[in-house]
């Protein structure tokens, strides 16, 4: 039985088709899980969690810093795009796996009409030169730091070590600057003390 070659799956296929083909190879993001939350024993999300968010912060960062919000953004929102094809590898992962993730994204592309785009916007985050590049991976990071403290609020200590190894990997004053924040301030304040600070007394019956 011969390999199947990605290629040939393009035969016949016009631009439109092609885009159906990659909107529903988004969709699989939804369907693959961020492997690393087994080693740390409590948490979950999959790949388009992930992206959406690093893409929020990504274009917060971007804004604070003063440069392309919106190219940001995007970079961050197609990082892990090629994972819908080669699932997320955790570090330990990768001491045994090798994977191609630009070839998926290639194979992703090809035939949609948005290959020097998604790609344009992929090589530029892994060359990592450009400042937008750069707070695009500490969004990477920020999305994990989020979740990190959130697992060590609720009684999680490994994730406090692993948050600090997180915030060592960060490149831009303006990450280090939100990550620290982030470490500082309990998960659960941006509903429990506002906007309406009083509703746990009325809940409880006290005047």
């Not at 001491?95 to 191609?100: A, D, E, L, R, S």
């Not at 630009?102 to 992703?108: G, K, L, Q, V």
């Not at 609020?153 to 190894?165: P, R, T």
Request: net charge negative.
């Amino acid at each position: 039985m011969t390999a199947c070659n990605p290629q040939q799956n393009l035969q016949g296929r016009d631009r439109l088709t092609r885009l159906a083909d990659f909107l529903f190879e988004a969709g699989m993001l939804r369907k693959t899980p961020r492997s690393g939350y087994q080693f740390l024993g409590t948490g979950n999300e999959n790949v388009a969690e992930h992206s959406f968010r690093t893409a929020v912060i990504g274009w917060v960062l971007a804004r604070e810093a003063g440069v392309d919000a919106e190219h940001t953004a995007m970079m961050c929102l197609f990082h892990d795009f090629h994972e819908a094809r080669i699932g997320d590898f955790n570090y330990v992962n990768r001491i045994y796996n090798t994977t191609k993730p630009r070839a998926a994204m290639e194979h992703a592309t090809e035939g949609t009409g948005l290959e020097d785009t998604v790609l344009g916007l992929w090589d530029e985050l892994e060359e990592s030169r450009s400042v937008e590049a750069q707070l695009a991976h500490d969004a990477d990071q920020i999305d994990l730091i989020l979740n990190l403290k959130q697992e060590l609020d609720l009684g999680n200590k490994y994730a406090g070590k692993w948050m600090e190894s997180a915030l060592q990997r960060l490149r831009t004053p303006q990450g280090n600057a939100l990550a620290q924040t982030i470490s500082e301030t309990d998960h659960t304040d941006w509903w429990f003390i506002g906007p309406d600070r009083s509703w746990w007394e009325r809940k409880n019956g006290k005047k």
